[in-house]
T-cell receptor, first 112, second 115 residues
Framework: QKEVEQNSGPLSVPEGAIASLNCTYS??????FFWYRQYSGKSPELIMS????GDKEDGRFTAQLNKASQYVSLLIRDSQPSDSATYLC????????????FGQGTILTVHP | GAVVSQHPSWVICKSGTSVKIECRSL??????MFWYRQFPKQSLMLMAT?????????EQGVEKDKFLINHASLTLSTLTVTSAHPEDSSFYIC???????????FGPGTRLTVL
């Protein structure tokens, strides 16, 4: 069983729509949750971090965390073609401080 | 803030040679850095955790004698791929824990091609 699972892709949305990316994790001791964006051939860049249950908004991005359901999501409003990338959900916590466990990634394509 | 650099950005070498990759935190001190490897169309695979002034902790299946890691200062970690072979060709990415947080900031990566 994978420790961090993301919804299978690829995900394709029209420009201006809301893209919804989902992630579940198995370790209840997890304390920190991150979303990274990775363009093809590039390294990951941090989009959002979230530590508490509820929503966290940053511009067009909203991260949602539900620790009881072991679920974290990322919403991208007003999607743009430049948002087309692979989105990585990452989870940290437990005994290894700062060590991340990544999901397999979801490929998002925003078409004009 | 929280900028991490890597050098070189790409390298081509002959089979059997060694290659050193540098990872630097430019505007913060990083007691912990991580080294990842990523093959095409796959997610990142953690190779090792590098702590300043101590030996690196390698993930299961990663050969510590082949992938030498040194973290001699709070801003620099190096990964040396010894006796490289074509199967070592990959995208190597480092990250650094940013200051007092548990957020990892990634370097731009180094693309290694072994002929």
């Amino acid at each position: 069983q994978k420790e961090v699972e993301q919804n299978s892709g690829p995900l394709s949305v029209p420009e201006g729509a809301i893209a919804s990316l989902n992630c579940t994790y198995s370790d209840r001791g997890s304390q920190s949750f991150f979303w990274y964006r990775q363009y093809s051939g590039k390294s990951p860049e941090l989009i959002m971090s979230i530590y508490s249950n509820g929503d966290k908004e940053d511009g067009r991005f909203t991260a949602q965390l539900n620790k009881a359901s072991q679920y974290v999501s990322l919403l991208i409003r007003d999607s743009q073609p430049s948002d087309s990338a692979t989105y990585l959900c990452a989870v940290a916590g437990g005994t290894s401080y700062g060590k991340l466990t990544f999901g397999q990634g979801t490929i998002l394509t925003v078409h004009p | 803030g929280a900028v991490v650099s890597q050098h070189p950005s790409w390298v081509i070498c002959k089979s059997g040679t060694s290659v050193k990759i540098e990872c630097r935190s430019l505007d913060f001190q990083a007691t912990t850095m991580f080294w990842y490897r990523q093959f095409p169309k796959q997610s990142l695979m953690l190779m090792a955790t590098s702590n300043e002034g101590s030996k690196a902790t390698y993930e299961q299946g990663v050969e510590k004698d082949k992938f030498l890691i040194n973290h001699a200062s709070l801003t620099l970690s190096t990964l040396t791929v010894t006796s490289a072979h074509p199967e070592d060709s990959s995208f190597y990415i480092c990250s650094a824990l940013g200051g007092s947080t548990d957020t990892q900031y990634f370097g731009p990566g180094t693309r290694l091609t072994v002929l």
